[in-house]
């Protein structure tokens, strides 16, 4: 609502943040305006209060309720039970036919109804209400007033239970509102997912493609120089022109090959001219894949060196590769990452066992892009399930780069 908002706003500028805060602060505002009020009413003939030891007494009892309200959202059992007793104090101080309550009854027991649910709160209220009732009732027996300790009682029954009834209707729909809250926040989050598996889907795809590619221009130019090297010493019109038949098929072949490579450029990619990924950005890799629900977290041993920046990139695409089938295959699964510097160069993801059964399809290109990488720099690769989960585990030079 905008008008708690702004109340929100508001306390939050006076440096009243959090529900404990403002509890206190409602228990002082309440106990203040309680006595503001009480005092002028008791000293009214018709309450029929003559000693000033007894007022003072009763508004003693009327703030310590009020005050019990700091801790009525911490502790709302026995912030209602005690209101509920300080009740009868004050039901024992005035006369019988003055039917005296505060607003921390009200206040304690529709904290009840918003924090508990179902028969608990049910019972907290019947205790609180049972203890009121019965002091009453055995304060009128004592006076000699029966009629005016049952209607105590009734009085007692009525307004805490209609104050824990509101309070559960207001607590239903705050906790119906927050789930609707959660379940939109999960259903974008695993739209993300998907959406980051199509694409990791269709790169590899076109990750296959670029071989096809490169290999079908690059065979036509091979064909066409055998052709221009017989050409030479016979007709070098028709040389030239093959010649230049080679130049527009390796323009189109550099055209071809752009396009795609640029439609397999990391998602998160790097500007044009700009350095190529490594493990200095491993942290915001984990970050990327936090943004989207996984649970990562980095570790890395010993002392960092530069390595070559071809086995610098392989480290980053093998937890890159890593971290997005683990999205795919354990969606929800904490996910470790783990560096090791030393002779050589240790990367570790692993994965715990998924939460709920993956909807993802088995097989791929992944473990097989990644393993061809790393032996490319002279390394190995290992991927297997562990302990219920996943682990892929690369071992690569570490032998730093030389200027």
């Not at 529900?19 to 309440?30: F, G, I, K, T």
């Not at 030891?53 to 309720?65: F, K, S």
């Not at 959406?195 to 493609?209: G, K, N, P």
């Not at 490169?214 to 007709?235: C, E, F, I, W």
């Amino acid at each position: 609502m905008h008008w708690s908002s702004a109340v929100d706003r508001w306390l939050a500028r006076w440096g009243v943040t959090g529900p404990a805060a403002r509890d206190r602060l409602l228990a002082v505002l309440l106990a203040v305006l309680s006595v503001a009020v009480l005092v002028p009413l008791l000293r009214l003939p018709v309450v029929g209060i003559d000693a000033p030891a007894v007022e003072l007494a009763v508004a003693a009892v009327v703030v310590a309720q009020c005050l019990v309200l700091a801790v009525r959202r911490s502790h709302p059992l026995a912030c209602l039970w005690v209101v509920a007793a300080l009740q009868v104090v004050v039901v024992v101080l005035v006369p019988s036919d003055v039917a005296m309550r505060g607003p921390a009854v009200l206040v304690a027991a529709y904290t009840v109804g918003t924090l508990l649910v179902g028969r608990r709160a049910v019972v907290v209220t019947a205790v609180a209400v049972g203890i009121e009732a019965a002091g009453g009732l055995m304060v009128g027996l004592a006076r000699g007033a029966v009629v005016d300790g049952l209607l105590g009682a009734l009085g007692a029954l009525v307004i805490v239970t209609a104050s824990t009834l509101v309070g559960l209707n207001v607590g239903t729909h705050r906790r119906y509102v927050g789930l609707l809250r959660e379940q939109a926040v999960a259903t974008e989050l695993a739209q993300e997912v998907r959406v980051a598996a199509a694409i990791d889907a269709e790169r590899s795809r076109m990750a296959r493609e670029l071989h096809d590619v490169a290999a079908h221009h690059l065979s036509g130019m091979v064909v066409q120089a055998s052709a221009v090297r017989r050409l030479l010493d016979r007709d070098l019109d028709a040389a030239r022109a093959g010649v230049e038949a080679m130049r527009l098929q390796g323009r189109r072949t550099l055209d071809d090959l752009r396009m795609l490579v640029g439609v397999l450029r990391d998602p998160d990619g790097v500007a044009d001219g700009a350095p190529v990924p490594g493990l200095g950005r491993l942290q915001e890799l984990a970050d990327v894949a936090r943004g989207v629900g996984a649970e990562v977290t980095v570790t890395v041993h010993g002392p960092v060196r530069d390595l070559a920046p071809l086995v610098d990139a392989t480290c980053y695409r093998v937890v890159q590769e890593a971290l997005s089938n683990c999205r795919q295959h354990a969606p929800g699964a904490p996910v470790e990452v783990v560096v090791e510097h030393g002779d050589s160069v240790v990367v570790t993801v692993q994965n715990a066992a998924a939460a709920a059964p993956s909807t993802a399809r088995p097989g791929g290109v992944g473990l097989v892009g990644m393993r061809e990488r790393v032996q490319l720099v002279g390394g190995t690769l290992e991927a297997g399930p562990v302990d219920g989960g996943w682990r892929v585990r690369a071992v690569l030079p570490g032998r730093e780069e030389r200027a």
